[in-house]
């Protein structure tokens, strides 16, 4: 899949804003469309092919929030968030519906694309790895079937649930999860805001993943959200 294969919706209802998100697409040679609303949108996204959708909560018609759970019902497309709703119940909200990642304004053409690339090669491995159970990120790799962790070339030991939470994380690698998802998933049932089984964890693995856990280079937190494993 090459930028002129790939078709993005931009769902904005501020024409200045509109007009520079498409202004930036275009300049990387992307294919795109864009609507005001959301009603428009999801008649465009049931009619047509879209392979990320980025997506203003604040629309005139629709809240955003909703446009997320209605795409969620039929498709994986990524979905960024683009919004002036900055707090962070905000942005778990969208996360923990299913989008993948938010993007607070006002922001740079350069962070917009940046976010962009990140959902493009998530999406793009994918359709890649379906069969693949191998995923490595810099020098830190897991062998699904086997269950081995590798760290520059050797084995390092972890227990099961550290394998389990680095496991979730490259299943997602680039995206943002919520701590309420992180648990949930990793746990089997819903701690709801009880994260501090969650902080001894992330600290045990990042001892074992990181040089430096102070400064970790894999997975990274967003303050008030979550973490993310990064996508080199």
Known sequence: ????????????????IRNFIAYALKGEGLSYKAVQNGENALSLLVSEKFDLLLLDL???????????????EWSEMPILVVSARDQDREKVSALDLGADDYLTKPFSSAELLARIRVALRHIRRLNKDKENTIFKVGELQINIDKRIVELEGSEIHVTPMEYNLLTLFFKNIGKVLTTSYILKEVWGVDYGSDTQVLRALMAALRRKIEKNPAKPRYIMTEVGVGYRLIDE
């Open 58 to 72: 604040g629309l005139p018609d629709i809240d955003g929030i909703q446009i997320i759970e209605k795409v969620r």
């Open 1 to 16: 899949m090459t930028n002129l294969d790939i078709n993005i919706l931009i769902v904005e209802d501020d024409p200045q």
